[in-house]
C-alpha cells in the first residue's frame, strides 16, 4: 500500500450515529438548494473565459457561505494564520474541511489525480490550483514533494491532510511524514489546524463524518439535516520547520500542537467555553 493511501477504520455502520435532532425535510431541502446556488456561482466564476484570480478574500467568504448554507455554525478559535508561504495541515473528517480550512486561509489543496479528468469537476480544481497526486505510485511521490515545495516557495498556502483519509471525529489516525518535506525544503512554516464538529449539546458529533462506503449524498444530506451542527475551527500555534532536522521530527511537533489544548484548558476537556479570540462566522 502507498504511502499516500491509509485506510481509516471508520465505517458508516460502526462510527456515524444517527441525529437525535434532526430538521424537517424542507428545511434541509433548502440548505441544499442554497449550497447548490454557491456552487452554481462557483462554477460561472471559475469556467468564465476571463482567467483573472479570485481575491482570496472573496474565497474566504464564499467559503464561509458554504457551510452556513447547509446549516452549520462555524466558530473559530487561534490567531488568524500567516501571510505567505504557508503549510496548513488538520485532521481529516469531513467534504466540509476542505471549505473550512478556505474560510481560515484560502490554499491550494491536494486532490489524487483521477478527479483531473472528472467532468467540470475537473475543471474547477485545476483552475482552482489544485495540486493533483498520483496517491497508488510511490515513486511519484518525490515529484509530488517537489511540487509542493515550487508552490510554497512562490508564497502560496497549501493544505493538507497528513492523515490520509476521513475519521469519524472521536478517533484519529498519525499524521504521514510525506508532505511536511515540502515545508522542510521551501523552509516555510506549519499551520496546524484542528476541526471538530459538535451537536447541539456540545458533544462530539459524527453528522459530518464522511468515512467509507459512505456516498457524498449521503453525507451532505445528513448535514443538512443535522440540527444545532457547530464546525470548531481551532487554529493552533505556527510550528517553524526550520527548528526541526528531519519531516518525522516536523510531522511529530505539528501532530502534537493540534492535541495540546490552550493554554488553562486540560487535556480532554471538551465543553470549554468560547475564549475572547473565538470568533464565529
Known sequence: MSAWLPVAPCTPATCVEPSRAAVAAPRAVLRLAAVAVLLLAAVAVVLTPVRRRVPAAVVAHWSRWVVRAAGVRVRVTGAAPPAGGLLLVANHVSWL?????????????????????????????????????????????????????LALRTGAAVAAFPEGSTWCGRAHGAYRRAVFQAALDAEVPVQPVRLRYRAREREVSTAAAFVGADTLLT????????RGLT??????????AGRHPDRRSLAEAAEAARWTPPPGVPHGHQGKAPSKSMRVL
Open 219 to 226: 453525507s451532505v444530506w445528513r448535514v443538512a439535516s443535522a
Open 97 to 149: 474541511d476542505i471549505p473550512l480550512l478556505a474560510a481560515v486561509r484560502p490554499a491550494r489543496m491536494l486532490a489524487k489525480k483521477e478527479i483531473r479528468h472528472w467532468p467540470v469537476a475537473g475543471a474547477l480544481a485545476a483552475r482552482g490550483g489544485v495540486l493533483f497526486i498520483e496517491r497508488d505510485r510511490l515513486r511519484a511521490l518525490p515529484d509530488t514533494v517537489a511540487a509542493l515545495a
Open 231 to 240: 464546525a470548531e475551527v481551532e487554529v493552533c500555534p505556527v510550528v517553524p
